[in-house]
């Protein structure tokens, strides 16, 4: 019969291979004295190719209580930050003469937004 610990092993075990590997290297580099900002790249790259970092929040979530609100908490600004940051992109293009380009980037972000709302209150309702 499994326990929680071994379901939660076999559940993550990209996640933990994923820092294995990486502490491995890390400390690889490290010995052979290999420029960090590369390797950090390196990591950081291979973490999102392989859903390392996916893996991390799903571990944190499993926390009861704190572990989704602090998912939320981190999550939400970090979203609001990218789309900051599409508005100032998109001051710079219309004063450079792409008004069109930069409607059209601006639907495609509202529509983003509304389908990820629309998905969080049926995450919720279901």
Do not use: C
């Amino acid at each position: 019969m499994f326990t929680r610990t071994k379901i939660i092993l076999v559940e993550y075990w990209k996640t933990f291979a994923f820092f294995i590997v990486a502490g491995f290297f890390v400390y690889v580099g490290l010995l052979l004295e290999w420029d960090k900002e590369i390797m950090a790249g390196f990591l950081v790259l291979f973490g999102i190719l392989s859903h390392a970092f996916a893996g991390v929040v799903g571990l944190v979530t499993l926390i009861p209580f704190i572990g989704p609100l602090l998912i939320k908490v981190l999550s939400i600004p970090a979203f609001w930050l990218l789309n900051a940051g599409g508005y100032f992109v998109s001051i710079i293009f219309v004063k450079k003469g792409y008004g069109s380009s930069v409607v059209q980037g601006r639907v495609l972000t509202i529509v983003l937004l509304v389908g990820v709302v629309i998905g969080f209150i049926l995450g919720k309702i279901i």
